[in-house]
Protein backbone atom coordinates (compact mmCIF):
# COMPACT_ATOMS: atom_id res chain seq x y z
CA UNK A 1 0.00 0.00 0.00
CA UNK A 2 1.08 3.61 -0.75
CA UNK A 3 2.39 5.42 1.93
CA UNK A 4 0.55 8.59 2.01
CA UNK A 5 1.58 9.23 5.95
CA UNK A 6 3.47 12.64 4.31
CA UNK A 7 0.60 13.85 2.68
CA UNK A 8 -2.68 12.88 0.10
CA UNK A 9 -4.10 14.42 -2.71
CA UNK A 10 -7.68 14.20 -4.28
CA UNK A 11 -7.07 14.88 -7.56
CA UNK A 12 -10.19 13.86 -9.93
CA UNK A 13 -11.48 11.31 -7.62
CA UNK A 14 -8.38 9.57 -7.53
CA UNK A 15 -6.41 9.77 -4.29
CA UNK A 16 -2.44 9.96 -4.28
CA UNK A 17 0.44 11.11 -2.43
CA UNK A 18 1.32 14.52 -2.34
CA UNK A 19 4.48 14.52 -3.98
CA UNK A 20 2.76 13.27 -7.24
CA UNK A 21 0.25 16.17 -7.14
CA UNK A 22 0.08 18.94 -9.84
CA UNK A 23 -1.42 21.32 -12.03
CA UNK A 24 -0.25 21.91 -15.38
CA UNK A 25 1.47 24.96 -16.16
CA UNK A 26 -0.94 26.94 -18.12
CA UNK A 27 -3.80 26.48 -15.48
CA UNK A 28 -4.80 30.43 -14.55
CA UNK A 29 -4.22 29.37 -10.76
CA UNK A 30 -0.86 29.26 -11.53
CA UNK A 31 -0.36 32.35 -14.41
CA UNK A 32 -2.38 34.39 -12.66
CA UNK A 33 -2.65 32.93 -8.88
CA UNK A 34 -6.49 32.45 -9.55
CA UNK A 35 -7.64 30.04 -6.93
CA UNK A 36 -10.15 30.36 -4.35
CA UNK A 37 -9.39 28.01 -1.38
CA UNK A 38 -9.75 26.89 2.51
CA UNK A 39 -8.32 24.83 4.80
CA UNK A 40 -9.85 23.11 7.97
CA UNK A 41 -7.89 21.33 10.69
CA UNK A 42 -8.21 17.66 11.68
CA UNK A 43 -7.25 17.34 15.09
CA UNK A 44 -7.21 13.71 17.12
CA UNK A 45 -9.22 12.08 13.82
CA UNK A 46 -11.59 14.18 13.61
CA UNK A 47 -12.85 17.66 11.33
CA UNK A 48 -13.14 20.98 13.96
CA UNK A 49 -16.48 23.28 12.10
CA UNK A 50 -16.15 21.35 8.72
CA UNK A 51 -19.36 22.54 7.64
CA UNK A 52 -18.51 26.18 8.29
CA UNK A 53 -14.89 25.88 6.78
CA UNK A 54 -16.47 24.09 3.66
CA UNK A 55 -19.62 26.68 4.01
CA UNK A 56 -17.26 29.34 3.54
CA UNK A 57 -15.51 27.98 1.00
CA UNK A 58 -18.68 27.76 -1.08
CA UNK A 59 -19.24 31.35 -0.63
CA UNK A 60 -16.08 31.91 -2.12
CA UNK A 61 -16.67 29.92 -5.04
CA UNK A 62 -19.67 31.81 -5.52
CA UNK A 63 -18.27 35.43 -5.00
CA UNK A 64 -14.93 34.15 -7.09
CA UNK A 65 -17.05 32.53 -9.99
CA UNK A 66 -15.76 29.19 -9.92
CA UNK A 67 -17.70 26.29 -11.45
CA UNK A 68 -16.15 23.56 -9.87
CA UNK A 69 -19.67 21.18 -10.16
CA UNK A 70 -19.48 20.29 -6.25
CA UNK A 71 -21.76 20.99 -3.96
CA UNK A 72 -21.41 20.75 0.04
CA UNK A 73 -21.68 16.77 0.91
CA UNK A 74 -19.34 16.35 -2.54
CA UNK A 75 -16.75 18.13 -1.35
CA UNK A 76 -16.67 16.88 2.66
CA UNK A 77 -16.80 13.41 1.16
CA UNK A 78 -13.67 14.04 -1.23
CA UNK A 79 -12.01 15.17 1.67
CA UNK A 80 -13.14 12.82 4.26
CA UNK A 81 -12.06 9.93 1.91
CA UNK A 82 -8.48 12.10 1.08
CA UNK A 83 -7.80 12.06 4.96
CA UNK A 84 -8.93 9.05 5.63
CA UNK A 85 -6.74 7.18 2.63
CA UNK A 86 -4.00 9.50 4.68
CA UNK A 87 -4.18 8.14 8.06
CA UNK A 88 -3.63 10.89 9.35
CA UNK A 89 -4.94 12.14 12.89
CA UNK A 90 -4.18 15.73 13.25
CA UNK A 91 -4.09 16.98 9.78
CA UNK A 92 -3.97 20.81 7.77
CA UNK A 93 -6.44 20.08 4.61
CA UNK A 94 -7.04 22.37 2.29
CA UNK A 95 -9.80 22.15 -0.49
CA UNK A 96 -8.85 24.27 -3.79
CA UNK A 97 -10.80 25.89 -6.69
CA UNK A 98 -8.48 26.59 -9.60
CA UNK A 99 -9.93 28.54 -12.70
CA UNK A 100 -7.71 26.03 -14.72
CA UNK A 101 -7.12 26.40 -18.29
CA UNK A 102 -8.55 28.03 -21.29
CA UNK A 103 -8.88 25.78 -24.65
CA UNK A 104 -8.14 28.38 -26.60
CA UNK A 105 -4.36 29.68 -26.10
CA UNK A 106 -3.74 33.17 -25.23
CA UNK A 107 -7.15 33.86 -24.43
CA UNK A 108 -8.17 36.51 -21.69
CA UNK A 109 -11.55 35.34 -21.47
CA UNK A 110 -12.21 33.22 -18.01
CA UNK A 111 -15.66 32.20 -18.75
CA UNK A 112 -14.00 29.51 -21.10
CA UNK A 113 -11.78 28.49 -18.57
CA UNK A 114 -12.12 24.76 -17.03
CA UNK A 115 -12.73 25.49 -13.11
CA UNK A 116 -11.50 22.32 -11.35
CA UNK A 117 -11.74 21.09 -7.85
CA UNK A 118 -8.73 19.53 -5.93
CA UNK A 119 -7.85 18.99 -2.23
CA UNK A 120 -4.66 17.99 -0.44
CA UNK A 121 -3.30 17.54 3.11
CA UNK A 122 -0.66 17.29 4.86
CA UNK A 123 0.50 16.79 8.90
CA UNK A 124 -1.32 19.33 11.24
CA UNK A 125 0.48 22.51 10.31
CA UNK A 126 1.38 25.06 12.95
CA UNK A 127 2.14 28.98 11.51
CA UNK A 128 4.07 29.38 15.12
CA UNK A 129 5.89 26.36 16.80
CA UNK A 130 4.04 25.56 19.95
CA UNK A 131 6.75 26.24 22.14
CA UNK A 132 7.24 29.54 20.84
CA UNK A 133 3.25 30.60 21.10
CA UNK A 134 3.18 29.19 24.75
CA UNK A 135 5.91 31.81 25.24
CA UNK A 136 4.75 34.84 22.81
CA UNK A 137 5.71 35.20 19.01
CA UNK A 138 6.87 38.35 17.55
CA UNK A 139 5.53 40.29 15.12
CA UNK A 140 7.54 42.98 12.42
CA UNK A 141 4.64 45.36 11.11
CA UNK A 142 5.74 45.49 7.32
CA UNK A 143 6.94 49.00 6.69
CA UNK A 144 7.59 48.47 2.55
CA UNK A 145 4.03 46.92 1.90
CA UNK A 146 0.49 47.85 2.85
CA UNK A 147 -2.18 44.58 2.64
CA UNK A 148 -3.74 44.71 -0.57
CA UNK A 149 -6.91 46.82 -0.88
CA UNK A 150 -10.40 44.82 -0.61
CA UNK A 151 -11.43 46.66 -3.16
CA UNK A 152 -8.94 45.15 -5.34
CA UNK A 153 -8.67 41.60 -3.88
CA UNK A 154 -11.66 40.79 -1.62
CA UNK A 155 -9.94 39.07 1.46
CA UNK A 156 -13.32 37.61 2.42
CA UNK A 157 -12.35 34.67 -0.14
CA UNK A 158 -9.19 33.15 0.78
CA UNK A 159 -6.90 33.27 -2.10
CA UNK A 160 -3.08 33.03 -2.90
CA UNK A 161 -2.26 36.69 -3.88
CA UNK A 162 0.27 36.47 -1.56
CA UNK A 163 2.88 38.92 -2.99
CA UNK A 164 1.91 41.51 0.05
CA UNK A 165 2.56 39.10 2.83
CA UNK A 166 5.59 37.27 1.04
CA UNK A 167 7.29 41.01 1.18
CA UNK A 168 6.52 41.55 4.82
CA UNK A 169 7.71 37.52 5.73
CA UNK A 170 11.28 38.93 3.87
CA UNK A 171 11.00 42.29 6.01
CA UNK A 172 10.04 40.16 9.27
CA UNK A 173 12.76 37.70 8.64
CA UNK A 174 15.32 40.28 8.25
CA UNK A 175 14.38 41.76 11.36
CA UNK A 176 15.08 38.64 13.63
CA UNK A 177 10.63 38.38 13.52
CA UNK A 178 8.53 35.34 13.77
CA UNK A 179 6.04 36.51 11.36
CA UNK A 180 4.85 39.93 9.83
CA UNK A 181 1.02 41.62 10.05
CA UNK A 182 0.35 44.46 7.69
CA UNK A 183 -1.60 47.77 7.24
CA UNK A 184 -4.31 49.14 5.34
CA UNK A 185 -3.63 52.55 3.24
CA UNK A 186 -5.30 54.15 6.19
CA UNK A 187 -3.04 52.86 8.81
CA UNK A 188 -5.18 50.37 10.54
CA UNK A 189 -3.98 46.68 11.63
CA UNK A 190 -4.86 44.27 9.29
CA UNK A 191 -4.23 40.57 9.36
CA UNK A 192 -0.85 38.18 8.01
CA UNK A 193 0.51 35.37 6.47
CA UNK A 194 -2.37 32.54 7.74
CA UNK A 195 -3.79 34.64 10.69
CA UNK A 196 -6.18 37.49 12.21
CA UNK A 197 -5.04 39.48 15.08
CA UNK A 198 -6.68 40.93 17.93
CA UNK A 199 -5.55 43.67 21.12
CA UNK A 200 -6.83 43.08 24.28
CA UNK A 201 -7.51 46.56 26.67
CA UNK A 202 -8.90 45.19 30.30
CA UNK A 203 -12.13 42.65 29.72
CA UNK A 204 -12.47 43.92 25.64
CA UNK A 205 -11.09 42.22 22.64
CA UNK A 206 -11.23 44.21 19.76
CA UNK A 207 -10.21 42.70 16.24
CA UNK A 208 -10.49 44.26 12.61
CA UNK A 209 -13.82 43.88 10.81
CA UNK A 210 -13.12 44.50 7.29
CA UNK A 211 -10.12 44.36 4.88
CA UNK A 212 -9.46 40.89 6.25
CA UNK A 213 -9.94 36.90 6.28
CA UNK A 214 -13.36 36.09 8.45
CA UNK A 215 -11.24 33.68 10.20
CA UNK A 216 -13.18 30.41 11.56
CA UNK A 217 -10.58 30.95 14.70
CA UNK A 218 -11.47 34.42 14.28
CA UNK A 219 -15.35 33.46 14.66
CA UNK A 220 -14.27 30.64 17.35
CA UNK A 221 -12.69 33.21 19.48
CA UNK A 222 -15.15 35.85 19.52
CA UNK A 223 -17.61 33.00 20.67
CA UNK A 224 -15.06 31.76 23.05
CA UNK A 225 -15.25 35.31 24.73
CA UNK A 226 -18.72 34.75 26.40
CA UNK A 227 -17.74 31.59 28.24
CA UNK A 228 -14.55 33.69 29.39
CA UNK A 229 -16.26 37.44 30.28
CA UNK A 230 -14.51 39.17 27.69
CA UNK A 231 -16.37 41.51 25.70
CA UNK A 232 -15.22 41.05 21.70
CA UNK A 233 -15.42 44.60 19.36
CA UNK A 234 -15.18 44.10 15.59
CA UNK A 235 -13.91 47.76 14.53
CA UNK A 236 -11.31 49.31 12.71
CA UNK A 237 -8.15 48.94 15.14
CA UNK A 238 -5.94 51.88 14.09
CA UNK A 239 -2.30 50.78 14.87
CA UNK A 240 -1.56 53.69 17.55
CA UNK A 241 -4.22 51.90 19.39
CA UNK A 242 -3.39 48.25 18.93
CA UNK A 243 0.18 49.60 20.53
CA UNK A 244 -1.23 50.28 23.27
CA UNK A 245 -3.26 47.18 24.15
CA UNK A 246 -2.84 45.58 27.16
CA UNK A 247 -1.97 42.18 24.96
CA UNK A 248 -2.39 40.77 21.90
CA UNK A 249 -2.39 37.86 19.87
CA UNK A 250 -3.14 36.07 16.69
CA UNK A 251 -5.57 33.13 15.58
CA UNK A 252 -5.37 30.89 12.79
CA UNK A 253 -6.53 27.53 12.19
CA UNK A 254 -2.92 26.46 11.87
CA UNK A 255 -2.38 26.99 16.11
CA UNK A 256 -5.28 28.43 17.32
CA UNK A 257 -4.68 31.27 19.36
CA UNK A 258 -1.31 32.78 19.10
CA UNK A 259 -0.13 34.94 22.44
CA UNK A 260 2.21 37.92 20.99
CA UNK A 261 4.88 38.98 23.32
CA UNK A 262 6.45 41.76 21.10
CA UNK A 263 5.52 43.71 18.40
CA UNK A 264 8.18 45.51 16.32
CA UNK A 265 10.26 47.31 19.44
CA UNK A 266 7.13 47.37 21.82
CA UNK A 267 7.04 43.96 24.52
CA UNK A 268 3.46 43.46 25.69
CA UNK A 269 3.77 41.41 29.49
CA UNK A 270 7.42 41.44 30.17
CA UNK A 271 7.86 40.18 26.52
CA UNK A 272 5.72 36.37 27.49
CA UNK A 273 2.49 35.38 26.74
CA UNK A 274 -0.04 37.47 28.21
CA UNK A 275 -2.70 36.27 30.98
CA UNK A 276 -5.89 36.73 28.56
CA UNK A 277 -4.34 34.98 25.04
CA UNK A 278 -3.35 32.13 27.07
CA UNK A 279 -6.34 31.35 28.76
CA UNK A 280 -7.64 32.25 25.48
CA UNK A 281 -5.29 29.45 23.71
CA UNK A 282 -5.79 26.43 26.35
CA UNK A 283 -9.86 27.44 26.03
CA UNK A 284 -9.27 26.98 21.98
CA UNK A 285 -7.85 23.88 22.41
CA UNK A 286 -10.56 22.24 24.66
CA UNK A 287 -13.27 23.97 22.06
CA UNK A 288 -11.79 21.46 19.09
CA UNK A 289 -12.22 18.83 21.15
CA UNK A 290 -16.04 19.59 21.90
CA UNK A 291 -17.95 16.77 19.93
CA UNK A 292 -20.46 19.11 18.70
CA UNK A 293 -17.95 20.93 16.59
CA UNK A 294 -16.09 17.96 15.60
CA UNK A 295 -16.66 15.78 12.48
CA UNK A 296 -14.53 12.32 13.29
CA UNK A 297 -13.07 11.34 10.38
CA UNK A 298 -14.51 7.88 10.02
CA UNK A 299 -17.98 8.83 11.04
CA UNK A 300 -18.56 11.13 8.32
CA UNK A 301 -17.98 8.37 6.19
CA UNK A 302 -20.36 5.92 7.40
CA UNK A 303 -22.61 8.13 7.53
CA UNK A 304 -23.12 8.58 3.61
N1 LIG B 1 -6.20 35.70 7.32
C1 LIG B 1 -5.54 35.10 6.32
C2 LIG B 1 -4.99 35.92 5.22
C3 LIG B 1 -5.40 33.70 6.29
O1 LIG B 1 -4.76 33.11 5.28
C4 LIG B 1 -5.93 32.94 7.36
C5 LIG B 1 -5.80 31.48 7.40
O2 LIG B 1 -5.06 30.89 6.66
C6 LIG B 1 -6.57 33.62 8.41
C7 LIG B 1 -6.71 34.99 8.35
C8 LIG B 1 -7.14 32.86 9.58
O3 LIG B 1 -8.31 32.17 9.19
P1 LIG B 1 -8.78 30.83 9.90
O4 LIG B 1 -8.97 31.12 11.33
O5 LIG B 1 -10.05 30.47 9.22
O6 LIG B 1 -7.68 29.85 9.70
Known sequence: MTDLSTG????????????????????????HSDIAYDVVPVWQGAFFRLDDYVARFIASLTVGRYDIGMDHAAICAALTDMVRASGLQDAYVAMVAARGRNPAAGSRD????????????????HIVKPEVAAQGTSVWIAKT????????????VKNYHWGDFTSGLFE???????TTLLLDHDGHVTEGPGFNVFAVFGDRVVTSDHGVLHGITRRTVLEIC????LTPETRPLPLDEFLNADE??????????????RVDDRYFSNGTAGPVATDLRARYFDWIMRDDLRTPVTKALAGR
Do not use: Q
Open 8 to 31: AAWMGGAILPIADAAIPVTDWGLT
Open 110 to 125: PRDCANHFYAWCVPYV
Open 145 to 156: VRRIPADSVNPR
Open 172 to 178: AKENGYE
Open 226 to 229: AEAG
Open 248 to 261: VFLSSSGGGVIPVA
